[in-house]
C-alpha cells in the first residue's frame, strides 16, 4: 500500500514539474504578431505585397480596421487558395474595407 502511494506522489510531482516547466517555454515563445500571420499565411513574397500588408496592420493599429475583419479575409483567402492566398487577399480586404469607408 506504501509503495502505491509513494509512486503516486511521485508521479503527481513529476507532473507538475513538467507542467511548470512547458509553461515557461510557451511563454517565452509567444505568439505570432498580427504582421507575422499575415506575412507567412499569405505568403508574401514581393515588396509591393509587404506594403500592403504593413498598410493593413498600421490601419488595424489606428482602429480603422477591426482584426476580425482582417483575420475572416485572411482566412477567405486561405481557404480559396493554399498556395496562393495573397492574391484573394488583397481585393478581399479592399472590399471590406470600402464597405466600412476605409481607402486602401
Do not use: H, N
Not at 508574401?44 to 475583419?69: S, W
Not at 486561405?78 to 471590406?96: G, K, S
Amino acid at each position: 500500500m506504501l509503495r502505491r502511494q509513494f509512486m503516486q506522489l511521485i508521479s503527481v510531482g513529476i507532473a507538475a514539474f513538467v507542467g511548470l516547466f512547458v509553461a515557461q517555454v510557451r511563454a517565452e515563445s509567444g505568439t505570432a504578431s498580427l504582421r507575422e500571420t499575415l506575412e507567412k499565411g499569405l505568403r508574401a513574397r514581393r515588396p509591393i505585397e509587404f506594403e500592403f500588408i504593413d498598410e493593413v496592420v498600421d490601419l488595424v493599429d489606428t482602429g480603422e480596421l477591426t482584426r476580425q475583419l482582417v483575420m475572416s479575409c485572411f482566412e477567405y483567402a486561405r481557404r480559396r487558395d493554399r498556395y496562393q492566398p495573397y492574391r484573394y487577399f488583397a481585393p478581399a480586404i479592399r472590399i471590406q474595407a470600402k464597405k466600412i469607408g476605409v481607402d486602401l
